[in-house]
């Protein structure tokens, strides 16, 4: 009976979330269409498997966020600065986000290092429910990062977890998606080529 009743309850949190996550997602974009319309602006819809992930047509400027690592020391984005950051505000109590996680650490798995970094940032106010979580789910890779305040989702008006902003080397927001994704996908990995070409021939450039 027990197991019965905590099946339906995860069933039951799963399903709000989709619900949660699937109206944030329709009155964001609808919202940020407007303001796209309104000056004359077309940002991109991409698909990256079975998800949408809105790229603007301009980078847009990220306001001064901050966080803690896995010792307590507090980061910034700025100490991201010359990597593409892929940053996913997620929480161990989110079934959506449960679902990708694993994919998030084969991406970090596969493409992490100098030139890039998935940044899994928990919004859990007990950070103490992370290692137990990337223990039962296996992932290896990813970093622990910190935000039980809250502060940066609100700061970065994220309406819900997970959501997931692509950044580019300067600290420039690229693009995000609202709800799960698969993230070890050739389309993820080719917005992420683009992010590193684009700044490869900004350097060029400057070069010259």
Same mark, same amino acid.
């Given at each position: 009976m027990n197991n019965s009743f905590k099946i339906i309850a995860w069933a039951a949190m799963a399903l /709000? !979330?989709?619900i949660a996550i699937a109206t +944030?997602?329709?009155?964001?974009q609808r919202n940020n269409a407007s303001? !796209?319309?309104l000056s004359g602006v077309v940002n991109v819809s991409v698909d990256i498997g079975g998800q949408r992930f809105m790229r603007w047509h301009t980078p847009?400027?990220?306001?001064? /966020? !901050?966080?803690q690592d896995a010792t307590g020391k507090t980061v910034t984005l700025a100490d991201f600065r010359g990597r593409v950051v892929l940053l996913n505000i997620w929480a161990t109590w989110c079934p959506p986000c449960r679902e990708?996680?694993?994919s998030l650490d084969r991406l970090n798995a596969k493409r992490g290092g100098p +030139?890039?970094?998935?940044v899994a940032l928990s919004i859990d106010r007990d950070t103490a429910l992370v290692k137990p979580f990337y223990q039962e789910f296996g992932v290896q890779t990813l970093r622990g990062y910190f935000d039980p305040s809250s502060k940066v989702s609100n700061t970065l008006r994220a309406p819900g977890v997970p959501t997931t902003l692509? /950044?580019?080397?300067?600290g420039r927001e690229i693009g995000r998606t609202l709800g799960p994704a698969v993230w070890d996908s050739r389309q993820v990995e080719a917005l992420i080529d683009a992010a590193l070409l684009s700044s490869s021939v900004k350097v060029s450039v400057g070069e010259k």
């Open positions: /709000i !979330s989709v +944030a997602l329709f009155f964001y303001k !796209s319309l847009r400027e990220l306001p001064l /966020i !901050s966080f990708e996680m694993p +030139a890039f970094e998935v692509l /950044i580019d080397q300067e």
